[in-house]
């Protein structure tokens, strides 16, 4: 029974979190409560951050019998594909305006707005794959040992990118228009594929289009 709790619990977090990601109700507060509005990314993220430990504390917390663990060879190169994509997330984060992110810019402006500011950019990462943030969690995900209730996490978790990515990517074509329906045309969204990736010329050539308008 703890096995669907785990299943349910991480769906309402994931419907949650979409939900309050949303245009639609970010639109909804700003017309109700404008002046909470610059607040709001920097309580979205608090927000995420404590609705996730309740989640964890009841995967963490169900004992299961292991259905597999990594061993030998194997133990050293899901640990170092881990550690590899701790890395990668850091080095993506360069690709980001992280005061944007986290809501500080927001505060100290004092934007009411509920659009994102942040333009269009392709990193040496989003010349591979549309969202390195969600592939190099997977990839977090996937190496680690996996008992019952970290498989059922893992597959939810798998199930949430895949959905939550079309939602965001819904946002990103109307902020950016064509120059964004090209670059996912392109690049591929969650897991990298040798024969389509960007150039650095391609790539700057798409965000220059997207500056254009």
């Not at 810019?105 to 509920?114: F, N, S």
């Not at 794959?129 to 798998?158: E, G």
Request: proline share 4%; with cysteine.
């Amino acid at each position: 029974m703890n096995l669907v709790w785990i299943a349910l619990a991480w769906m309402l977090y994931g419907a949650v979190h979409s939900l309050l990601a949303s245009t639609a109700c970010k639109n909804w507060i700003a017309r109700r409560w404008p002046d909470a509005m610059p607040a709001y990314r920097l309580g979205f993220n608090i927000f995420a951050v404590a609705a996730l430990l309740p989640v964890l504390w009841l995967v963490y917390g169900t004992k299961s019998d292991w259905l597999w663990r990594w061993t030998g060879a194997w133990a050293w190169l899901a640990n170092g594909l881990a550690l590899a994509a701790v890395a990668g997330t850091a080095v993506a984060a360069r690709a980001y305006d992280m005061r944007e992110f986290l809501g500080l810019r927001q505060i100290r402006q004092g934007d009411r707005g509920t659009a994102d500011r942040e333009g269009f950019g392709i990193s040496g990462l989003h010349r591979y794959v549309r969202h390195p943030w969600y592939f190099l969690c997977l990839v977090l995900v996937w190496t680690r040992d996996m008992n019952a209730p970290a498989l059922i996490s893992a597959l939810v978790i798998t199930l949430y990118f895949i959905v939550g990515s079309r939602l965001e990517e819904n946002k990103l074509i109307a902020s950016h228009g064509e120059a964004y329906r090209e670059y996912r045309q392109r690049v591929p969204a969650l897991l990298p594929l040798p024969w389509k990736r960007l150039s650095v010329a391609e790539a700057e050539a798409l965000m220059q289009r997207a500056r254009h308008g």
